[in-house]
């Protein structure tokens, strides 16, 4: 008998430790990849283009900001936004960073604000994958494999836009 009171109690001692401390997977998630990313996805480029947009959804458990981002496939990629005013396009890029506040998905979406691959290394066709590493201000770097879609004509006609300034693609 007791001996049974011995291993009940030591059993009993080791179920109060381990609810006394936290085990790893119940602690608030800290580490890089805290934040959700969805629906990666990069627009396929016309021949002779250097520029790609890319899209996601970002969902961050604790508020948080989209800082930067980069690509191996691409000289420079940033944040910008896109906007319509007197039916002219203009996009800027994004100081400061994207905000995201806790449990709200944030998109970036054609027509709006997206990252922005210039210089990019070779032409991204339909069914091709692009490495991305977004940099957040609290979970850290987060690398993406984009999936490179069918490109469409942002202006839903059958010729391509042209911007002053810009040229080789519909989205730069």
Not at 115 to 130: E, H, I, P, Q
């Amino acid at each position: 008998m007791c001996m049974m009171r011995k291993l009940l109690a030591f059993a009993s001692l080791q179920l109060l430790l381990m609810a006394a401390i936290p085990h790893p997977s119940w602690a608030a998630d800290t580490s890089p990849g805290a934040v959700r990313i969805t629906n990666a996805w990069i627009d396929a480029m016309p021949d002779g283009a250097k520029t790609a947009a890319g899209y996601m959804t970002l969902t961050s458990p604790r508020d948080d900001r989209l800082t930067g981002a980069s690509s191996p496939d691409a000289v420079k990629t940033e944040l910008h936004s896109m906007t319509m005013a007197g039916g002219m396009m203009r996009m800027r890029p994004v100081t400061g960073g994207l905000p995201l506040p806790a449990g709200q998905a944030v998109s970036l979406k054609d027509k709006g604000m997206h990252l922005m691959l210039t210089g990019v290394r070779s032409a991204l066709k339909a069914g091709d994958t692009v490495s991305v590493t977004l940099d957040f201000a609290k979970a850290g770097p987060e690398t993406v494999s984009f999936t490179v879609k069918p490109g469409g004509d942002m202006t839903g006609q059958d010729k391509p836009m042209s911007m002053p300034g810009m040229s080789g693609s519909p989205h730069s």
